[in-house]
T-cell receptor
């Protein structure tokens, strides 16, 4: 019940295309859902995050869509660029607890020039 | 603002040897986390400190792993003795109490451990 399932494991997109990564969770106590971006040899960095009281959040080319009833959320990268090539992790947390993150297994995105 | 510092960046040891990793969080960050990231997987929390007290160590293999955060600033993570399955990247992160509902964890570059 503490797991966060992420798909796909890897994704190849043409430059200018839309990249979509999906995550699903079981624990309804989760109330904070960040997405992290990780480049090779670097630590993960926060990309965008959402609380379940909104269904969508957009920051630039990055959008999180959240479906509370389905317990699913997804990251959309519009106009994907080669510089977006990285590994993306979704995570979930309970803000009233220790705030520890449960990470998904990651999606390796490659954007072709 | 300086980020989370970790050292060493790389470490290769034989199984059954000991190893220690060091982390210096962002100044003023009260919460410090150690994660284990095995190749192809997401980071898994090993231990979380609030100042110098342990908040969560439920996934720390306590028979071989130990961690401390003296004076509520720097932290060290030790493995003794190491096993082959400990080969991973060990990430340190820190955070501070922020606006309600959003607490960003800032990650260091990690230490890549290879156990032969």
């Amino acid at each position: 019940q503490q797991q966060v399932k992420q798909s796909p494991q890897s994704l190849i997109v043409q430059k200018g295309g839309i990249s979509i990564i999906n995550c699903a969770y079981e624990n309804t106590a989760f109330d904070y859902f960040p997405w992290y971006q990780q480049f090779p040899g670097k630590g993960p960095a926060l990309l965008i995050a959402i609380r379940p009281d909104v269904s969508e959040k957009k920051e630039g080319r990055f959008t999180i869509s959240f479906n509370k009833s389905a317990k699913q959320f997804s990251l959309h990268i519009m106009d994907s660029q080669p510089g977006d090539s990285a590994t993306y992790f979704c995570a979930a947390s309970i803000t009233s607890g220790t705030y520890k993150y449960i990470f998904g297994t990651g999606t390796r995105l490659k954007v072709l020039a | 603002e300086a980020g989370v510092a970790q050292s060493p960046r790389y470490k290769i040891i034989e199984k059954r040897q000991s190893v220690a990793f060091w982390c210096n969080p962002i100044s003023g960050h009260a919460t410090l986390y150690w994660y284990q990231q095995i190749l192809g997987q997401g980071p898994k929390l090993l231990i979380q400190f609030q100042n110098n007290g342990v908040v969560d160590d439920s996934q720390l293999p306590k028979d071989r792993f130990s961690a401390e955060r003296l004076k509520g600033v720097d932290s060290t993570l030790k493995i003794q003795p190491a096993k082959l399955e400990d080969s991973a990247v060990y990430l340190c992160a820190s955070s501070e109490p922020g606006l309600a509902g959003f607490i960003e964890q800032f990650f260091g570059p990690g230490t890549r451990l290879t156990v032969l």
